[in-house]
């Protein structure tokens, strides 16, 4: 092997990567902290860097390099797995003309504040035509693919490698066919009291109570802080600079925690990839489903447990007792797992949850085979959610601008999300016939649950494909059905169906 052509591309992944950095920093900022007056500046700005990264990226020299490294037999094979990956991800961007790769970034930076400012005001007029926009910018970019797979087929492949629509139609087909029936039985069930969480929780407390949770999950803050937002999502340059970020709510004392929860578990994912892939497509090239997976499984299959909360309930009632101090915790426990069709996503229970994406789901097919407009579309989301959860939203805040997904042209994105609880009740079911999970969590040892997710999983970044793991993990293909099961169990003990 020539290690001289293999050192040469290293130095490229390394350019690669800084300029990466950059962008990832000024996203974060434009999410958080950054003055919304000076956003066409740093987008026009940031734009200029996605041009530069794009001319470093596209290379013909660079092409050449790589062509020359795959065709050497003895290759090591994490070096020939991360220059695969990087090739891929490349040729299909080299197919993008450079003037038209740097309009559609400046483009989809304006598109996230027309977002933002349309949710602000509950206005979906406002955002209509960037989404319209998008869908167009979308549609000509995978074009120049040209591919024979459906255009939406070939964005669901890039955020879940192997699914497509007819993929995804089995499995929300399987959720259609399980779920709604039982969410049916459930709302007819006896109501379970939870009106408690909805009291007026000062914020300032609420951060108070954040610190024994970051405590207790240990997000040391050597690789990790934490941050707010509108919409809370998670960022990483490389395993020891992890952004978490959060969103606190004053009549909702969980929304914050599960929020955290939920990003954490991005972050451990990050965090605990070998540090020898910083830098590389095998630390960042994680398909969405298996970074899902881990979220969804640290909010909901950790978080939601009473183990957890006996572990950090007292805590909550010493913070708020004139709300929480006559509230058992049984009764607390019993309160965060109600299921109830409510508008967000976001703060959605476990049984209703895949329904939400579900509907995201039918509307991007429908976006992008013709069959639903923009148009009214907010009206046709609000139809949709009647007809699968019985409710509709009042305002398009709480409706179809509650996601920032589509103003920042993450399409084909929202299916990973159910695709993750999913997968992660596959992981769960294996890890606990090996861990003691509840007592781990009851006795404060989470971080041993996240040793197990490292050994098992985090540690090899995309290494290997989803389905290659989960199979090493679990000893079998992917299977629904464990994720179905868990919540007909759940639910109907819960609510003594």
Request: hydrophobic share 35%; aromatic share 12%; proline share 5%.
């Given at each position: 092997?020539?290690?001289?052509?293999?050192?040469?591309?290293?130095?490229?992944?390394?350019?690669?990567?800084?300029?990466?950095?950059?962008?990832?920093?000024?996203?974060?900022?434009?999410?958080?902290?950054?003055?919304?007056?000076?956003?066409?500046?740093?987008?026009?700005?940031?734009?200029?860097?996605?041009?530069?990264?794009?001319?470093?990226?596209?290379?013909?020299?660079?092409?050449?390099?790589?062509?020359?490294?795959?065709?050497?037999?003895?290759?090591?094979?994490?070096?020939?797995?991360?220059?695969?990956?990087?090739?891929?991800?490349?040729?299909?961007?080299?197919?993008?003309?450079?003037?038209?790769?740097?309009?559609?970034?400046?483009?989809?930076?304006?598109?996230?504040?027309?977002?933002?400012?349309?949710?602000?005001?509950?206005?979906?007029?406002?955002?209509?035509?960037?989404?319209?926009?998008?869908?167009?910018?979308?549609?000509?970019?995978?074009?120049?693919?040209?591919?024979?797979?459906?255009?939406?087929?070939?964005?669901?492949?890039?955020?879940?490698?192997?699914?497509?629509?007819?993929?995804?139609?089995?499995?929300?087909?399987?959720?259609?066919?399980?779920?709604?029936?039982?969410?049916?039985?459930?709302?007819?069930?006896?109501?379970?009291?939870?009106?408690?969480?909805?009291?007026?929780?000062?914020?300032?407390?609420?951060?108070?109570?954040?610190?024994?949770?970051?405590?207790?999950?240990?997000?040391?803050?050597?690789?990790?802080?934490?941050?707010?937002?509108?919409?809370?999502?998670?960022?990483?340059?490389?395993?020891?600079?992890?952004?978490?970020?959060?969103?606190?709510?004053?009549?909702?004392?969980?929304?914050?925690?599960?929020?955290?929860?939920?990003?954490?578990?991005?972050?451990?994912?990050?965090?605990?990839?070998?540090?020898e892939y910083d830098g590389t497509v095998l630390y960042s090239g994680i398909s969405s489903g298996m970074q899902e997976s881990q979220s969804r499984l640290c909010e909901n299959y950790l978080g939601r447990t009473k183990a957890f909360w006996e572990?950090?309930?007292?805590?909550?009632?010493?913070?708020?007792?004139?709300?929480?101090?006559?509230?058992?915790?049984?009764?607390?426990?019993?309160?965060?797992?109600?299921?109830?069709?409510?508008?967000?996503?976001?703060?959605?229970?476990?049984?209703?949850?895949?329904?939400?994406?579900?509907?995201?789901?039918?509307?991007?097919?429908?976006?992008?085979?013709?069959?639903?407009?923009?148009?009214?579309?907010?009206?046709?989301?609000?139809?949709?959610?009647?007809?699968?959860?019985?409710?509709?939203?009042?305002?398009?805040?709480?409706?179809?601008?509650?996601?920032?997904?589509?103003?920042?042209?993450?399409?084909?994105?929202?299916?990973?999300?159910?695709?993750?609880?999913?997968?992660?009740?596959?992981?769960?079911?294996?890890?606990?016939?090996?861990?003691?999970?509840?007592?781990?969590?009851?006795?404060?040892?989470?971080?041993?649950?996240?040793?197990?997710?490292?050994?098992?999983?985090?540690?090899?970044?995309?290494?290997?494909d989803a389905r290659d793991i989960l199979k090493r993990v679990t000893g079998e293909d992917f299977n629904p059905e464990y994720y179905v099961e868990y919540l007909e169990n759940k639910y109907k003990a819960l609510y003594a169906l």
């Open positions: 092997m020539d290690k001289n052509l293999l050192q040469q591309y290293n130095e490229w992944e390394k350019r690669v990567a800084a300029y990466q950095m950059a962008l990832s920093l000024i996203e974060v900022d434009k999410q958080t902290v950054a003055p919304a007056a000076g956003a066409r500046y740093r987008n026009e700005k940031a734009a200029i860097l996605s041009g530069e990264q794009f001319s470093l990226r596209t290379d013909p020299a660079q092409a050449e390099l790589r062509a020359k490294l795959l065709a050497m037999p003895d290759l090591p094979f994490e070096d020939r797995r991360r220059i695969e990956l990087t090739d891929k991800k490349i040729r299909n961007t080299m197919v993008i003309p450079k003037d038209e790769f740097v309009a559609f970034a400046e483009f989809r930076s304006n598109s996230f504040v027309a977002w933002r400012q349309a949710k602000q005001e509950n206005n979906y007029a406002l955002f209509e035509p960037y989404l319209k926009q998008m869908i167009e910018y979308k549609k000509k970019i995978y074009s120049y693919r040209n591919r024979p797979e459906p255009i939406y087929d070939q964005m669901l492949d890039d955020y879940e490698p192997g699914m497509d629509m007819v993929q995804y139609d089995a499995f929300f087909g399987l959720m259609k066919e399980r779920l709604l029936p039982l969410i049916h039985d459930v709302q007819q069930a006896r109501p379970i009291e939870d009106s408690f969480l909805y009291q007026d929780y000062p914020v300032a407390g609420q951060k108070e109570f954040m610190e024994t949770i970051l405590r207790y999950i240990g997000a040391d803050r050597s690789w990790c802080y934490q941050n707010e937002t509108e919409h809370p999502f998670t960022s990483w340059l490389c395993e020891n600079d992890i952004r978490l970020t959060t969103k606190y709510v004053p009549n909702n004392v969980s929304a914050a925690v599960f929020s955290t929860v939920h990003e954490s578990g991005h972050g451990y994912y990050t965090h605990n990839v070998a540090p572990a950090n309930y007292a805590r909550l009632q010493q913070i708020f007792p004139r709300q929480l101090g006559s509230v058992s915790l049984d009764d607390f426990v019993r309160a965060v797992n109600v299921s109830r069709p409510t508008l967000v996503r976001t703060r959605a229970d476990e049984l209703t949850y895949p329904i939400h994406v579900l509907i995201r789901y039918e509307l991007e097919k429908g976006l992008f085979d013709g069959s639903i407009p923009t148009e009214g579309l907010d009206r046709t989301w609000n139809e949709m959610y009647q007809k699968y959860l019985g409710i509709s939203s009042p305002t398009a805040s709480q409706g179809i601008l509650q996601d920032v997904h589509w103003g920042e042209g993450l399409i084909g994105y929202f299916p990973t999300y159910a695709l993750g609880s999913a997968i992660a009740a596959q992981f769960v079911r294996t890890m606990r016939r090996q861990l003691d999970v509840d007592e781990l969590l009851r006795t404060g040892h989470y971080t041993d649950i996240i040793a197990w997710l490292k050994e098992n999983i985090h540690q090899y970044g995309c290494l290997y």
